[in-house]
C-alpha cells in the first residue's frame, strides 16, 4: 500500500522513523527497537540513509522487515548527493526489487570536501523525484523547512524551489523538525498560499538529553523557544527529569498540532521504543477522540 493513500483516509496518523545501525553488529538492536515500535501501531515507519551515521546499505533491509515480517507500511529514505548517478539507480532497482513502493527522496548533506554539482551526480532532490518516477509507481515523499533549509539566505527562495520540487512528481513533504508550532502554521499558510498542496507531516523530535538538543540544533539549524531552553536549563542535568520533560514537550506539541487540525504527525523517534511508547500513551485517548 502506498503512504499517500494512508495519509488521505480521514484518520489521525502517527508515523515512526528508525536509522540503520552503525555498524553490522548493531543490526538487531535496530530490529528489536523496530519490532518494539511495531507494537505501538504507527501509519508507517521510515528507514533513514545513511543520516544519524548509520550505513546506507540497511535501509532497505529494515523497511522489507517492517512491510513482509511486521505487515506495517515502510518507507525507505534515499539521498543523492554522496552518490553517482548510476549508484542511486541500482538502490532504486534493489528497492524496488524489495517491493518497497514508499521512498523519501532527499538530496542528503553534501560531504566536506566534495567537490559538488558534479555531471555524474543529481544535484537536487527534484531531480532524484524525478529519476525515481521513470523506475515505477512509487509513492514519493520529500523534506521541507518550515525554518527554511540551512543554505537559503531567503526564505521565499526555498518555498520556490520546494514548489518545483513538488511538481516534480511528490506526493507528501515531511518537516525539518521544529520548537515552536507557530513556525509550522506560518510555513503551512506560505506553501499553501504558493500553491502546493500535498499532505504535510510536521517532523517532531523528542529531545530527550542536552547532547541530543546540542546535536539537533547543529544538524537543523532550529530555533529553541525560550519555554524549550528554560525546560532544558532546568533538568538537562538529570537525565531522567529531562526525558520526561523531553517527552512531555513533544507530547505537547502534538496536541496542539492535533488540536489545531493536523491529521498526520511524524514523531523523530530515533531507535527509542520507550520514548514512542511514552508519548502514545500520553495519546491514547486523544487519538481515538
Ligand atoms: P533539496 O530539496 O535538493 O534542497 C537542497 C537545497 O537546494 C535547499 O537549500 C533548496 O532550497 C535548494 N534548491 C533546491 N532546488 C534548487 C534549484 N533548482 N536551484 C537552486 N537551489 C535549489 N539526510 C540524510 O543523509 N539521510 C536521511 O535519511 C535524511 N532524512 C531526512 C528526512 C527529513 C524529513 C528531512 C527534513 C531531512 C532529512 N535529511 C536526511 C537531511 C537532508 O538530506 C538535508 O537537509 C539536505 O541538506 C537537503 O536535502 P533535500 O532533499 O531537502 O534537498
Known sequence: MKIIDRLREDSIHISFEV?????????????????????LNPAFISVTYGAGGGTSKNTAKIASHIKDD???????????????KEEVRRVIGDLKAHGIENILALR?????????????????ASELVEEIRKH????????????????????????RYLKQKVDCGVDFLTTQMFFDNDIHYNF??????????????????????????????ELSGTVFPRRFLAMLDRFGGSPAA???????????????LLANGVKNIHIYTMNKPDVAAAIMGNLSEIIKA
Open 188 to 217: 503551512l499558510y506560505r506553501i499553501r498560499e504558493a500553491g502546493i498542496t500535498v499532505p504535510v507531516l510536521p517532523g517532531i523530535m523528542p529531545i530527550t538529553s542536552a547532547t541530543q538538543m546540542k546535536r539537533s540544533q
Open 70 to 84: 511486521l505487515h506495517l507500511l515502510s518507507l525507505a529514505h534515499l539521498t543523492c548527493a554522496s552518490s553517482t
Open 19 to 39: 536509522f540503520p545501525p552503525k555498524t553490522d553488529e548493531g543490526f538487531d538492536k535496530v530490529i528489536a527497537a523496530v519490532d518494539a515500535m511495531a507494537g
Open 108 to 124: 542528503g548533506d553534501i560531504p566536506a570536501g566534495m567537490a559538488f554539482p558534479d555531471a555524474d551526480r543529481f544535484r537536487y
Open 242 to 256: 529531562m526525558k520526561q520533560a523531553g517527552i512531555a514537550y513533544a507530547t505537547d506539541q502534538i496536541i496542539d
Open 136 to 159: 515505477g509507481d512509487f509513492c514519493i515523499g520529500a523534506a521541507c523547512y518550515p525554518e527554511g533549509h540551512v543554505e537559503n539566505e531567503h526564505k521565499e527562495d526555498d518555498i
